[in-house]
């Protein structure tokens, strides 16, 4: 959904002198990456997906919204010193955690016992943020407004307290959770019928790590 809805979405007027980037400048990516993330969790909450089965239960799209600052807390974990994060997918994530706590106060880090945690605190308001920050950011690509950019990117997206830094990466080093991890996809097969319609998909033989890697490098290079 990120990938699909988020990044392919997004088009802008033709009165837009040039691309967004050259307005955006170095804040292009960030906005960008946040968009789509935006996208996700907004249409994540679609009753369609419960329609076509592409989620089980309304309780997935919540969850989906509650790790959502859990995630971006955690990723603290990954930075081990400094007070700023680089990484565009990274200062997304904690750009729109930043911005829902801050400017809506609808999510919260809550101190217990000297443990972090993240929590939603208002539900139905983080769905009604996640919109109007899509909106903004829309509005902020389509008409090159590099400074409302400037000011979300500076304000929300890049600096965090070292303190809760390092609580996190203690944290994580106790409870074992790796910096990054990586996973096999499934393999998945079209089952087509005798008339040429597509009936089923399979999940193909398993893979190892590696040649799925090798296999989808190839496949990148063999991109029309
Ligand atoms: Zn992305």
Redesign the pocket.
């Known amino acids: 959904m ?2 699909v809805l ?2 392919a979405s997004g088009k802008v007027p033709e009165t837009l002198a040039g691309e967004p980037v050259d307005h955006l400048r170095e804040t292009y990516n960030t906005l960008e ?1 946040a968009r ?1 993330e935006l996208l996700a969790l907004f249409h994540g909450q679609d009753p369609l997906l419960l329609e076509i089965g592409a989620l089980s239960d309304a309780a997935a799209a919540e969850e989906s919204l509650r790790a959502y600052p859990r995630f971006a807390l955690m990723q603290l974990r990954r930075i081990k010193q400094g007070d700023r994060i680089e990484d565009d ?1 990274m200062r997304a994530a904690w750009m729109i955690t930043q911005w829902l706590m801050r400017a809506k106060g609808v999510v919260a880090f809550v101190n217990e016992d000297g443990n972090t945690y993240a929590r939603v605190t208002d539900l139905d308001g983080m769905r009604a943020g996640i919109a109007e920050l899509t909106r903004e950011i829309q509005r902020i690509k389509a008409t090159g407004d590099y400074d409302a950019a400037k000011m979300l990117v500076d304000e929300y997206a890049i600096h965090f307290d070292p303190t809760l830094r390092d609580e996190v990466v203690a944290r994580a080093a106790r409870a074992g959770v790796p910096d990054f991890y990586a996973a096999v996809m499934p393999r998945m097969v079209p089952v087509v019928g005798a008339d040429g319609v597509l009936v089923d998909v399979a999940l193909g033989e398993p893979e190892s790590f590696l040649d799925q890697m090798l296999r989808f490098d190839r496949a990148e290079q063999e991109w029309p």
């Open positions: 990120h990938e988020g990044h990456e789509a997918h």
